[in-house]
């Protein structure tokens, strides 16, 4: 039986340990939610502050120049090129993740140039909605010539001559399941057509090798492991053998060739810059920029080697002290199928994540049943893990998750 003493020991020899102090957490908190929204990194509040009062207030608009304003997208995306093993000229911060799905998908669809009989949009049923949304309303604006064909289990069987694209997400958002984005970008290849990638769940959680692995396009957001903040811009990456032919379906001006010239009519940018659309959100990547700092010096390798440690610590817990209660793992058990975080089926998951989060144990639920935690190795102890399952078990025996309170739905879950 594992101890909180041997849990202190694991703790007292981790070599991420120190990256805690990167972050503000309060003291009475098991953050178990990180792959919903990171935490708060220790020095956004005094960056965001500067911004505001100096860079901003002071400055006005001669910050776009004198600040670096103007070239944070590409400041940004160069810092999670390296997380995500592509090039530096590979990756720009840009929009919302539903908004780069929409671009990556309309030009990965007009490059496939309406093949003959290519008419498929492959995807899981499973995909995270807005993945699937946005797939409907682009077949939608396109006079709906396209399927949207989703499947279920296995989906590197489903590539064949009618693919036109497939968007496929890299670590799913209930389960947790890790595909292996190598052997499905040669799925891909083989069937003569190409992946657009949803990294959202695995970008700075898991290594992503996304030049080594062959993906062609990619999307993922700022504000689950990059700690970017609630709402912060996304990312999209372009390898760099497609950018100067990609069609750029949202011509905005910051994806001009020369957004100052202001030219009567669209030329877009060679590089990566043509993904841009509207005006950067300056404040809101300043706070990300300072999110992306929590992983200097961190080895992407021992980040993951944590990771795994922490979620078999918490499953080994779980059904040592958890067992009789009725909770059940629906997450992959082999580390090489497993992104960053652990999902547990129960028939009053709702009430009973309501009642952990009161007692600060922050998790979500996922319909229809599913607790979710997740497992953010820079700010979370081994300790953390002992103590959250010590408490789900005390929910469970004393049954305090069936008060009524607990059964009221909140708009965000």
Same mark, same amino acid.
Request: proline letters at 3%; hydrophobic letters at 45%.
């Given at each position: 039986?594992?101890?909180?003493?041997?849990?202190?020991? $694991?703790?007292?020899?981790?070599?991420?340990?120190?990256?805690?102090?990167?972050?503000?957490?309060?003291?009475?908190?098991?953050? !178990?939610?990180?792959?919903?929204?990171?935490?708060?990194? =220790?020095?956004?509040?005094?960056?965001?502050?500067?911004?505001?009062?100096?860079?901003?207030? *002071?400055?006005?608009?001669?910050?776009? +120049? =004198?600040?670096?304003?103007? +070239?944070?997208?590409?400041?940004?995306?160069?810092?999670?090129? %390296?997380?995500? @093993?592509?090039?530096?000229?590979?990756?720009?911060?840009?929009?919302?993740?539903?908004?780069?799905?929409?671009?990556? #998908?309309?030009?990965?669809?007009?490059?496939? %140039?309406?093949?003959?009989?290519?008419?498929?949009? #492959?995807?899981?049923?499973?995909?995270?909605?807005?993945?699937?949304?946005?797939?409907? @309303? !682009?077949?939608?604006?396109?006079?709906?010539?396209?399927?949207?064909?989703?499947?279920?289990?296995?989906?590197?069987?489903?590539?064949?001559?009618?693919?036109?694209?497939?968007?496929?997400?890299?670590?799913?958002?209930?389960?947790?399941?890790?595909?292996? $984005?190598?052997?499905?970008? =040669?799925?891909?290849?083989?069937?003569?057509?190409?992946?657009?990638?949803?990294?959202?769940?695995?970008?700075?959680?898991?290594?992503?090798?996304?030049?080594?692995? @062959?993906?062609?396009?990619?999307?993922?957001? @700022?504000?689950?492991y990059l700690n970017g903040g609630p709402g912060a811009p996304a990312f999209a990456y372009l390898a760099a053998s497609l950018q100067r032919d990609f069609p750029t379906p949202l011509s905005g001006w910051f994806g001009h060739a020369a957004p100052f010239a202001f030219d009567t009519n669209y030329r877009p940018a060679p590089g990566i810059e043509r993904l841009q659309c509207g005006t950067p959100s300056v404040l809101a990547m300043l706070a990300l920029a300072v999110g992306l700092e929590t992983f200097d010096g961190?080895?992407? *390798?021992? #980040?993951?080697?944590?990771?795994?440690?922490?979620?078999?610590?918490?499953?080994?817990?779980?059904?040592?002290?958890?067992?009789?209660?009725?909770?059940?793992?629906?997450?992959?058990?082999?580390?090489?199928?497993?992104?960053?975080?652990?999902?547990? =089926?129960?028939?009053?998951?709702?009430?009973?994540?309501?009642?952990?989060?009161?007692?600060?144990?922050? %998790?979500?639920?996922? *319909?229809?049943? #599913?607790?979710?935690? %997740?497992?953010?190795?820079?700010? !979370?102890?081994?300790?953390?893990?002992?103590?959250?399952?010590?408490?789900?078990?005390?929910?469970?025996?004393?049954?305090?998750?069936?008060?009524?309170?607990?059964?009221?739905? +909140?708009?965000?879950?």
């Open positions: 039986m594992i101890t909180r003493g041997d849990c202190e020991t $694991m703790d007292r020899t981790d070599a991420l340990a120190a990256a805690r102090d990167r972050f503000l957490l309060p003291a009475d908190v098991i953050y !178990l939610d990180g792959n919903s929204l990171g935490a708060l990194p =220790a020095r956004t509040a005094a960056r965001l502050a500067d911004a505001v009062t100096q860079q901003w207030g *002071q400055g006005l608009i001669r910050s776009w +120049n =004198a600040a670096g304003w103007v +070239n944070l997208p590409e400041q940004l995306g160069r810092k999670i090129a %390296g997380l995500l @093993g592509a090039a530096d000229n590979e990756v720009i911060v840009a929009d919302s993740t539903s908004i780069n799905i929409f671009k990556l #998908l309309a030009g990965a669809l007009t490059m496939a %140039g309406g093949e003959r009989g290519r008419r498929v949009i #492959l995807s899981e049923r499973g995909n995270f909605p807005t993945d699937l949304y946005m797939s409907q @309303g !682009l077949n939608s604006l396109l006079g709906d010539i396209y399927e949207l064909r989703l499947v279920d289990g296995n989906i590197e069987n489903a590539f064949d001559a009618t693919t036109a694209v497939a968007l496929i997400t890299q670590v799913d958002y209930c389960s947790g399941r890790l595909h292996d $984005m190598k052997r499905l970008n =040669a799925k891909a290849r083989e069937a003569g057509t190409r992946i657009v990638w949803d990294l959202s769940h695995s970008a700075g959680a898991v290594p992503v090798a996304l030049n080594d692995d @062959g993906a062609e396009l990619a999307v993922g957001c @700022g504000y689950k961190i080895s992407m *390798q021992d #980040l993951r080697q944590k990771s795994l440690r922490l979620s078999d610590l918490f499953w080994t817990l779980m059904d040592a002290h958890c067992g009789p209660f009725g909770f059940s793992c629906v997450s992959p058990r082999e580390h090489a199928d497993r992104g960053s975080q652990l999902s547990f =089926a129960h028939e009053h998951a709702y009430p009973v994540m309501q009642a952990l989060i009161d007692r600060g144990v922050i %998790g979500d639920f996922r *319909q229809p049943n #599913l607790l979710r935690f %997740g497992f953010t190795p820079l700010y !979370l102890r081994f300790a953390d893990m002992y103590d959250a399952v010590m408490i789900i078990r005390a929910v469970m025996a004393t049954e305090a998750w069936a008060e009524p309170r607990y059964a009221q739905r +909140n708009r965000v879950t």
